[in-house]
């Protein structure tokens, strides 16, 4: 949804290894074209929409496919990808979603005039091009690819739908681990009022969110414009679903692309590679090979075109690790064999540091004072996570400058063998508040010696404790596929403040971690 402009600031990105698989290549390959061809498309109340579209001079009808642009660009996004299908025989339009650039209107964020809108130019499409009205694929980057997704449970039209760095629960997006994200909505909103025209809607969801008010009518805002709501209406329609998202994605967390992909029903595939939000595909952008953009081109060859790619036979669960491997699963259970759960055991008074692994112990504590930040920290939204997907290095922590006195700290025994966690860590820490709200932040690192390199973190907040009594916390990572090295160690730190979120937490207050505490670590 946010502005990519960083997408376009990367352009090395996103040389992963190719898929092992025999591409179909259709016979329409290198089509003479029309050139592109810019119109104004007039939706329902009135609203101009600017849009260009492109075609081959062959004789139709064509498949189609209409591409959606993300938050701050305009139809102009997709020009390199819309120009390659059309050389392959497909009517390709791109628009400006309303209150963008020079299309009228406010900016709906994916509500229910976008989703109408989306069926216009449908419409204008099959009336003015020689588009097949049986054969139509939707997609997107961001906020074009969250509008696709929803517009597939409405227009039944829509045969498949190629879905990029999208979100499907907004919701989570905006509060998971019932934390805000202000770096994230900051970025929407700055990118709103300098590129679109807000509406007041919008405007007053931001402001609320901001001031922590009025969160109901928030979330039943983000709802509306979740595809997670209209996972049956799609289901019904039975579009063919393309989800290609980033691990590290700082706006649009991995595990709600695991959860919609696995209550779809129609043929669908999940692709997951490191990086952040729409810097993995952000070559292809700009015409440039490109994996994701590969499967979006098969994809829609097999589910528009109707041409045989293969890709329908093919493991439909695509994860690329830390070492840049791609591997095939036949569903997202099977990612991983197993579970391995390393307990949280005392903190030692010498170093300030507890052992992870073994049984979980209970009877010793560590008391920490929140609202003050260590060293272990997640980065800046967008440009941390982009930047180790272009030179491989995460965030690196020195762990004895983490600070004791703000955070608990564990580490395992050297790993002989390594390990390759494949799916969602989870934490269950037992914690003993002095307020009744707060906020925790977890960071999985990869230590060589005294540094690490961050694998995961996530944050989890809490309200209604009873001051002085045990509270159990059951924090869930973001998905990931990533080999930790042979005779390296896992570090776990736990802390009360990042500045990707805002907490709950009071300045000086206390917090008490004790156990029984564990890490459960899904393992191939």
Excluded at 38 to 63: C, Q, S
Excluded at 386 to 401: E, K, M, R, S, Y
Aim: aromatic fraction near 8%; charge should be neutral.
């Amino acid at each position: 949804m946010p502005v990519l402009l960083l997408s376009l600031l990367v352009p090395l990105v996103g040389s992963a290894l190719p898929l092992r698989a025999t591409v179909a290549r259709t016979a329409l390959a290198g089509l003479p074209t029309t050139g592109f061809r810019f119109v104004d498309i007039t939706v329902g109340d009135g609203t101009v929409l600017k849009a260009n579209y492109i075609a081959p001079t062959t004789p139709g009808p064509h498949p189609a496919v209409i591409f959606i642009s993300s938050w701050g660009l305009n139809d102009l996004e997709y020009l390199a990808q819309a120009n390659a299908l059309a050389q392959r025989g497909y009517v390709a339009l791109s628009y400006t979603p309303r209150g963008f650039w020079a299309s009228g209107g406010g900016i709906d964020t994916a509500g229910p005039a976008d989703i109408a809108d989306a069926s216009r130019v449908i419409d204008w499409m099959l009336v003015n091009t020689q588009a097949d009205a049986s054969r139509i694929g939707l997609a997107g980057v961001s906020y074009g690819a969250g509008i696709s997704l929803i517009v597939s449970g409405f227009d039944s039209r829509v045969k498949a739908v190629a879905a990029l760095s999208c979100w499907t629960d907004l919701v989570a997006s905006l509060f998971g681990g019932e934390t805000r994200r202000p770096q994230a909505v900051a970025l929407l909103d700055v990118a709103s009022r300098l590129l679109g025209r807000p509406s007041a809607e919008l405007r007053t969801t931001i402001d609320n969110y901001y001031a922590n008010r009025d969160l109901e009518e928030i979330i039943a805002w983000g709802k509306v414009r979740s595809a997670s709501t209209y996972v049956q209406r799609i289901n019904a329609n039975a579009p063919a679903i393309l989800l290609a998202n980033a691990f590290g994605d700082s706006l649009f967390p991995s595990n709600q692309l695991v959860s919609f992909y696995g209550q779809l029903t129609g043929p669908k595939r999940l692709e997951l590679a490191p990086g952040d939000h729409a810097v993995v595909e952000a070559t292809g952008l700009a015409g440039l090979p490109n994996h994701v953009w590969t499967s979006v081109t098969r994809w829609m060859d097999q589910y528009v075109a109707g041409v045989d790619t293969g890709i329908s036979r093919e493991p439909p669960v695509v994860l690329r690790t830390n070492t840049n491997a791609a591997e095939g699963y036949a569903s997202w259970a099977s990612i991983s064999s197993g579970v391995q759960r390393h307990g949280l055991g005392a903190i030692r008074l010498l170093d300030g540091t507890g052992p992870l692994g073994g049984a979980p112990t209970s009877g010793s504590s560590k008391v920490i004072w929140s609202g003050i930040d260590t060293t272990a920290d997640a980065g800046v939204v967008l440009l941390t996570n982009g930047l180790q997907a272009l030179t491989g290095i995460p965030p690196v922590v020195w762990l004895p400058g983490v600070s004791r006195l703000n955070a608990g700290v564990w580490t395992s025994p050297v790993m002989a063998r390594g390990a390759s966690i494949r799916g969602s860590a989870t934490l269950r820490l037992r914690v003993t508040p002095s307020t009744s709200a707060g906020t925790v932040v977890a960071y999985l690192y990869d230590l060589v010696g005294d540094f690490g390199g961050l694998i995961i973190h996530v944050p989890l907040s809490w309200k209604g404790a009873t001051p002085g009594m045990p509270l159990d916390l059951d924090l869930v990572f973001p998905a990931t596929a990533y080999d930790v090295p042979a005779l390296h160690r896992l570090a776990l730190v736990v802390d009360t403040e990042d500045p990707l979120y805002l907490d709950a937490n009071t300045t000086g207050a206390t917090l008490s971690l004790g156990g029984p505490s564990w890490l459960d670590l899904p393992v191939r």
